[in-house]
């Protein structure tokens, strides 16, 4: 790649001059000083003993001799601006370019688990969930580009407490007809009834009700018939609509192993532990797993007095199962900040037993709305949890306000909606709460979604309304095109930091980015249209090929389609 190489030459000259090895970092000046930066003479200064100006000038005067550089100048205290021909920059990206341009291998022959979006069985799939579907799909397209074997779980929300909530619930608040009728939310509908009668009866101080949502817990770990049977009922409506809002976001999973799978083992589990002193049982029966070397003096809680499994006891099994099924060399889970602290309490618990495989907390922030008081608050509802099925219905009403008066298909309406809503998720890192507002996720003069959509969608007609010929346009200097030709040179770099960083939101900011400097050189340059040679038009047609390329494929990391027209 052209940076690689740039580098390269810079330590070249370094190791002719100083004979030292030094580490070369590059960045992107304003485009009137340079093409690419690089503060290394500051770097130097220390090792050699020696003003950094100095050192920029004499480093400078042997790269101006290397013949690579138009222009190669010392600004400030030390920094080195580096000026290429746009016909070199034209070379190089024509000479790197191919149908997988951005792609690497640099996890061959390594396997990772990508955990998400762990959506709850017997709820309505919530906006809660949006960002670790969104994210946990960015990260595995991402480890896809990048020559990972990515696989990916669903692990589900089928058991514990809020199974017995479900039961107690329909058997006091529904009916058969109903849950015929509404399914889904009607389980939804049921559980935040029970949970509020629930707290009624918590205030009662009785137990009536919370003790046969244990009883019924209990029931299913025994393998009870009903309650295996309700079970399965419940979990028939939710796999359904979970599988109908996951299309709709354009996320998928390779398996779906929820809690329910690993729940008898992990039980085992403890019972293994307590075995070898690695876990402790209390007075009480509860067990627990002392952590107090990892500087955490928490204990995690794997199994409560009555027996019954928890998350911690599931999540037990569900490393183990993963160790021994499919090797991985990383796990990461896709869950929100809220669980920051019990995953460090897993991570550890995990290096306590002896897991090798590096174990990755993909944290995220939340997505927050301004309510009808004015105040910033979480996304939420008093009456319960925000549906994605509304919040997507919603989003291609707005969609379709955006393009009114123009012919656009219900599949591209559906396109730009899921785009808007999932690129608002991108833009700022995933551990930054998120603004929610319609306005700013459908602007299309903005870092939106919709904005990197048109871009694309811009280009594409362009291309589709103008022939690409053999015209030869070997001569052309391509100086109009600069800043688009070093925008497309950067996505190997961009796509290989994002990967491992974990950080899809670098994808996000490239591309709008790219759109930005597209609209820029429109403004100056015509592509087919004015006193426009046949060279021109050939050498621009095929420039906006690669941007059309990259655009679908940085879109396509991020779960999101360009529209065919908007």
């Not at 679908?552 to 360009?562: A, T």
């Amino acid at each position: 790649m052209l940076m690689d190489a740039i580098i390269l030459s810079i330590q070249t000259v370094i190791r002719q001059l100083f004979n030292i090895e030094q580490v070369v970092h590059l960045s992107r000046p304003d485009s009137d000083f340079g093409d690419f930066a690089t503060n290394v003479a500051m770097q130097l200064a220390k090792p050699l003993g020696k003003n950094p100006r100095e050192i920029a000038e004499q480093l400078a005067e042997s790269l101006r001799q290397t013949g690579d550089y138009t222009e190669v100048s010392v600004a400030g205290p030390g920094f080195i601006n580096l000026k290429l021909s746009s016909k070199k920059l034209a070379d190089n990206l024509q000479s790197t370019w191919s149908d997988k341009y951005g792609e690497n291998n640099d996890g061959a022959g390594k396997t990772m688990v990508v955990e998400y979006p762990s959506a709850n069985m017997a709820k309505p799939y919530s906006v809660g969930h949006l960002r670790s579907g969104n994210q946990g799909w960015a990260v595995k397209r991402l480890m896809d580009v990048t020559g990972w074997n990515v696989i990916t779980d669903n692990h589900l929300g089928d058991y514990g407490t809020p199974f017995g909530v479900w039961v107690v619930g329909f058997l006091k608040f529904s009916s058969d007809e109903q849950l015929a009728t509404d399914g889904i939310y009607e389980l939804g509908r049921v559980y935040i009834a029970t949970k509020k009668a629930l707290k009624d009866e918590k205030e009662r101080s009785e137990t009536v009700l919370a003790d046969q949502v244990q009883d019924w817990l209990i029931k299913l770990e025994n393998n009870d018939e009903l309650a295996v049977g309700y079970s399965k009922r419940f979990n028939d409506i939710s796999i359904g609509h979970i599988h109908e809002i996951m299309g709709r976001l354009r996320i998928a999973t390779d398996y779906e192993l929820g809690e329910a799978f690993f729940a008898r083992r992990g039980k085992q589990i403890v019972q293994d532990l307590l075995g070898q002193g690695i876990a402790i049982q209390n007075d009480d029966g509860s067990v627990i797993v002392p952590l107090d070397e990892f500087g955490i003096k928490v204990p995690l809680l794997v199994q409560k007095s009555n027996g019954a499994a928890l998350y911690a006891t599931t999540d037990l099994a569900t490393i183990l199962y993963r160790e021994e099924t499919w090797h991985p060399d990383k796990v990461i889970y896709a869950v929100g900040s809220e669980q920051i602290f019990y995953f460090s309490q897993l991570i550890a618990m995990a290096k306590k037993i002896g897991i090798k495989t590096e174990l990755v907390h993909l944290w995220f922030g939340t997505i927050d709305q301004i309510n009808e008081d004015g105040v910033r608050e979480k996304m939420s509802s008093r009456k319960g949890v925000v549906m994605m099925e509304e919040l997507l219905d919603q989003a291609e009403a707005k969609a379709r306000e955006v393009v009114v008066g123009r012919e656009v298909s219900d599949d591209d309406i559906k396109k730009i909606a899921v785009g808007a809503i999932k690129f608002s998720d991108f833009i700022a890192d995933r551990r930054t709460n998120i603004l929610f507002s319609w306005d700013s996720i459908f602007a299309l003069s903005g870092f939106s979604g919709p904005y990197v959509q048109y871009a694309a969608v811009r280009v594409n007609k362009i291309l589709h309304d103008n022939e690409i010929t053999q015209t030869d346009i070997s001569q052309y200097d391509w100086a109009p095109e600069k800043s688009v030709i070093l925008k497309l040179l950067e996505y190997p770099d961009v796509v290989r930091l994002a990967a491992r960083d974990l950080e899809p939101h670098k994808i996000a900011t490239y591309l709008y980015e790219l759109a930005r400097d597209l609209n820029r050189y429109y403004e100056t340059t015509p592509i087919a249209v004015g006193d426009v040679t046949d060279v021109e038009k050939q050498a621009r047609l095929r420039l906006l090929q690669k941007v059309s390329q990259i655009f679908n494929h940085g879109l396509n990391l991020l779960g999101i389609e360009v529209p065919s027209s908007m």
